[in-house]
Nanobody, 120 residues
Framework: QVQLAESGGGTVQTGGSLRLSCAAS?????MGWFRQVPGKEREGVAS???????GYADSVRGRFTISRDSAKNTLHLQMNSPKPEDTAMYYC?????????????????WGQGTQVTVSS
């Protein structure tokens, strides 16, 4: 398993922007961002494979952009026009398979999470 460390969380106003980053300690296949609020299940936000193919939850498509630098083992999530309902703990995840998509069960390594709060 690789070690993952997220950064970039904080408080942002509706309509602003925020960029999350994740540093991985080694080689990864699929990588993704997930989020969770207390009392709810963790949900997939966005995923990306080494070939650049991406997947997004319907709730963030068109507003969030996932990207990765495979040479540097880093992952990013650009959050544009966030909404209060995007408030959550965001987790970076890495999978040992290709095409993991937004299935949390396909991911074997998880970061500690970074809190994102969107104020209206």
């Amino acid at each position: 398993q690789v070690q993952l460390a997220e950064s970039g969380g904080g408080t942002v106003q509706t309509g602003g922007s925020l960029r999350l980053s994740c540093a991985a300690s080694g080689y990864t296949y699929s990588m993704g961002w997930f989020r969770q609020v207390p009392g709810k299940e963790r949900e997939g936000v966005a995923s990306i494979d080494r070939d650049g193919s991406t997947g997004y939850a319907d709730s963030v498509r068109g507003r969030f952009t996932i990207s990765r630098d495979s040479a540097k083992n880093t992952l990013h999530l650009q959050m544009n026009s966030p909404k209060p309902e995007d408030t959550a703990m965001y987790y970076c995840a890495a999978s040992s398979v290709v095409g993991a998509g937004l299935r949390s069960s396909a991911y074997t390594s998880w970061g500690q999470g970074t809190q994102v709060t969107v104020s209206s």
